[in-house]
């Protein structure tokens, strides 16, 4: 795998990060809308279609796949995929600085084990 394909690819794994963290972002903003959670899904849904994270978040994931479809145009599935799991060392890293969430000792072992993974299927 060239070293442009892996750049790529790690590119991606940030792209769709930044999406789960808009997500939990407008997840935020519907329990702050009224201080309340959201009662059911038709209440979430209103609630969320007034909050501007939701459609950063969309707009990000949409700029993602399409990413994606040229990746897999010059990758193999096989090879790129992996790759994606680089979101589940991204995402919790980045919600105990946004959001104040806790990352336990299996989550440091396990991130250890995905990127040993993603070092062997790369090389």
């Known amino acids: ?4 394909q892996i750049i790529q690819l790690v590119l991606f794994a940030c792209l769709m990060s930044l999406g789960q963290i808009l997500f939990k972002k407008t997840a935020l903003s519907i329990s ?3 201080n309340q959670e959201a009662e059911g899904l038709i209440d ?8 501007p994270w939701l459609y950063f978040a969309l707009i ?3 700029f993602a796949t399409v990413f994606w479809l040229y990746l897999l145009q010059r990758i193999p599935l096989s090879l790129a995929y992996p790759f ?6 991204i995402v919790p890293i980045v919600a105990y600085f946004l959001f104040k969430e806790s990352l336990t000792f ?9 990127l040993l993974g993603i070092c062997i299927i790369a090389t």
């Open 1 to 4: 795998m060239q070293y442009i």
């Open 32 to 34: 702050y809308l009224n």
């Open 44 to 51: 979430g849904i209103l609630r969320a279609i007034t909050i």
């Open 60 to 62: 990000v994931y949409g």
């Open 84 to 89: 994606s799991a680089l979101a589940m060392i």
């Open 106 to 114: 299996s989550y440091w072992i396990g991130m250890i084990l995905i």
